[in-house]
């Protein structure tokens, strides 16, 4: 069973995310409503924090930064990604 967060598209993972940006690492805080709550380092400025936001992602499922998409969100700190295909999975999603 999934939690709120996230669904299974396929062999694509699709998670709603609640970004605070600027924060003092990078860290999953954990579920925040229909969301996974994340921090981040970066600042809301000239998309800098999406690209972390999928460069970090990235290392967490093990995958190229190519194999992730920003699919809604992208100036607002609610956000949706899809990774396609996961080599890891992140804490608390599993495998439908």
Do not use: C
Not at 2 to 24: E, F
């Amino acid at each position: 069973m999934s939690a709120a967060w996230y669904r299974w598209d396929g062999d694509d993972l699709v998670i709603q995310l609640r970004v605070t940006p600027r924060a003092s690492k990078n860290e999953i805080a954990g579920p925040y409503g229909d969301a996974l709550k994340v921090r981040i380092t970066a600042p809301p400025v000239e998309g800098a924090a999406n690209a972390h936001l999928i460069e970090w992602f990235a290392k967490l499922s093990k995958v190229p930064k190519a194999q992730i998409t920003l699919e809604a969100g992208d100036k607002a700190r609610s956000k949706r990604i899809r990774i396609h295909d996961p080599l890891q999975l992140i804490h608390g999603v599993e495998r439908a």
